[in-house]
């Protein structure tokens, strides 16, 4: 025992003043950045780094006190962040994100991505084609607190009010708008580890409620003016929910087919990739938010409306397929 407790003295002896050494840079570097190293101090980090590492490799070796491998642990941890890692400030990382890994995720997710917004847009297909066959079925397939008392026996001028109708409280409707398609989402995105099943029903439900509604306008004679209350926002906001429907499929994928690794790492691999679509998403759905919240309500004609729509569709193809595809 006093051959063990001097040999680890021993050791800490002969090391100590360069563990002190990178302590003392690594503090700074913390407080103040690399910037406050000089030249010299520069070159020396990596060269104790090293030393370190070595220390710790040693002592691990030939068993010395745990507090003492706890330390260097620690120590090397703190050098090794401070010689690779890569430093940027917040408002960089945020415009990085939104330039690179964004759009690439996307364009790597654009299979998955594809079939989500396909399968809504067959519930949309469906919706309008069974209210427009039997307007009943409206009311079997719109919740009453989402129709907000609109419906087959609505009048035209009814409908149509709501279509021009503005509001007093912009910002708390663009709140609730956001908080509301935010949570579909995310449940499409948390439901895709069931093989993805769940996810496509979620799609294809939302979807059967959209076509429902344009149906109904439709029989009204409004179709053109539903469809410029609608996409305006819904461009961005419908590309959201397939964007995290995609993500939900992926993780279904992922964990049906593992490949060679084992499901649970598998799952887990994809669903860190998929999580920066849904980051990138929760953005988009906070500009529908917006869009359908605000210019919705106050530009009430149907040719500047429609013209957010087409501009707002060529923006995303650009930025998801044009973008995307050089990014990824």
């Not at 003492?68 to 090794?80: M, P, Q």
């Not at 509301?180 to 939302?206: D, E, Q, R, S, Y």
């Not at 759905?285 to 013209?307: K, N, S």
């Amino acid at each position: 025992m006093a051959g063990f407790t001097l040999r680890s003295i021993e050791f800490r002896r002969e090391r100590e003043a360069s563990w002190r050494e990178l302590e003392e840079l690594l503090d700074r570097v913390s407080g103040q950045g690399l910037g406050a190293l000089a030249a010299g101090e520069l070159h020396r980090l990596p060269t104790l780094y090293r030393a370190a590492l070595s220390s710790l490799s040693v002592a691990r070796s030939i068993s010395l006190d745990a507090s003492l491998i706890g330390y260097l642990e620690s120590l090397a941890a703190r050098a090794y962040l401070a010689v690779y890692g890569v430093r940027r400030d917040y408002f960089d990382t945020v415009v990085r994100f939104f330039t690179h890994t964004f759009p690439s995720r996307v364009w790597a997710l654009r299979r998955e991505v594809a079939l989500a917004l396909a399968v809504l847009a067959l519930g949309t297909v469906c919706g309008f084609a069974l209210t427009a066959r039997n307007p009943d079925v409206f009311y079997s397939l719109v919740p009453a607190g989402l129709a907000a008392g609109r419906g087959p026996s609505s009048s035209r001028q009814e409908l149509a009010e709501v279509l021009v109708s503005g509001g007093d409280e912009l910002s708390l409707m663009a709140s609730f708008l956001f908080g509301h398609n935010a949570k579909i989402g995310m449940t499409c995105f948390g439901l895709g580890f069931a093989a993805g099943v769940p996810v496509a029903l979620v799609l294809f439900i939302n979807g059967l409620i959209l076509g429902a509604f344009a149906a109904v306008h439709w029989q009204h004679g409004l179709g053109l003016e539903f469809w410029a209350w609608v996409l305006p926002h819904g461009v961005t906001e419908l590309l959201a929910v397939g964007l995290c429907g995609g993500a939900g499929l992926s993780l279904g994928r992922a964990f049906v087919f593992p490949g060679r690794y084992a499901r649970l790492t598998n799952l887990a691999r994809q669903g860190r990739e998929a999580a920066q679509v849904v980051l990138g998403a929760v953005a988009l759905f906070f500009l529908a938010a917006l869009i359908e919240g605000y210019f919705r309500q106050l530009v009430t004609a149907t040719a500047p409306r429609l013209a957010v729509v087409a501009a707002t569709a060529a923006f995303w193809l650009w930025y998801f397929v044009a973008l995307g595809r050089r990014r990824g």
